[in-house]
């Protein structure tokens, strides 16, 4: 049970690039998220998904889309990198069952945008 | 506007020397009130949920007690191994979704 893995764990890229971060998780959870974490800013949710096929904007949406085709999958695209998207990307997952709230993180891809 | 603010935002001890961790917050509705830790270069790791005032939560070392308008992780007699990042985060009541609203967390190291 490797619980929430994300691919790749470092990237650096030119502005203007493209890229996809993926998150995969094996707990069968139904609600998934991505995080970008900044120093002094804290975790902000990006965008979330409450099941295979669904979509939603988070806090800071802009600039970043994502895909949820498969239940365990979730994908972060960025279409045209920017100096301001360097950060560490967090993926996170969780059951929509009213007794378990909490969210369970994967590792993190350190991103940075020259 | 759903708010978390973490106090202090570093704390260093020494082993043995226990202290607690003050977590404020501003919700329309709380579901949840979470603990987590993050070791350097790694993600959160979950610690901690309560649900409403007067609960306590205990793992080891650590216990999170939860008011109207806080909560705060105790940290008894910690060893070297406590020190981390510890956030708190909340989840307002909103239907169909399960966001988190995260403090910029509290960064303990413990000397040996």
């Known amino acids: 049970n490797a619980g929430v893995t994300q691919t790749p764990k470092f990237r650096v890229l030119k502005t203007g690039q493209s890229m996809t971060l993926l998150c995969a998780q094996d707990m069968n959870h139904e609600y998934m998220y991505w995080y970008r974490q900044d120093p002094g800013m804290g975790l902000r949710l990006i965008h979330y998904s409450v099941g295979e096929g669904t979509t939603a904007k988070g806090e800071v949406p802009d600039g970043y889309n994502v895909s949820r085709l498969k239940k365990q999958n979730f994908l972060l695209g960025l279409e045209s990198a920017a100096p301001s998207q360097t950060s560490v990307y967090f993926c996170?997952?969780?059951?929509?069952?009213?007794?378990?709230?909490?969210?369970?993180f994967g590792p993190g891809t350190r991103l940075t945008v020259t | 506007e759903d708010q978390v603010t973490q106090s202090p935002e570093a704390l260093r001890l020494q082993e043995g020397e226990s202290s607690s961790l003050n977590c404020s917050y501003t919700?329309?509705?709380?579901?949840?009130l979470f603990w987590y830790r993050q070791d350097p270069g790694k993600g959160p790791e979950f610690l901690f949920t309560l649900y409403s005032a007067g609960e306590e939560k205990e793992k080891e070392r650590l216990k999170a007690t939860l008011t109207k308008k806080e909560s705060f992780l105790h940290i008894t007699a910690p060893k070297p191994e406590d020190s981390a990042t510890y956030l708190c985060?909340?989840?307002?009541?909103?239907?169909?979704?399960?966001?988190?609203?995260f403090g910029q967390g509290t960064r303990l190291t413990i000397n040996p």
């Open positions: 919700v329309s509705g709380l579901r949840g």
């Open positions: 996170a997952s969780s059951y929509s069952a009213r007794s378990s709230y909490e969210q369970y």
């Open positions: 985060a909340v989840q307002p009541r909103v239907q169909g979704a399960q966001k988190l609203v």
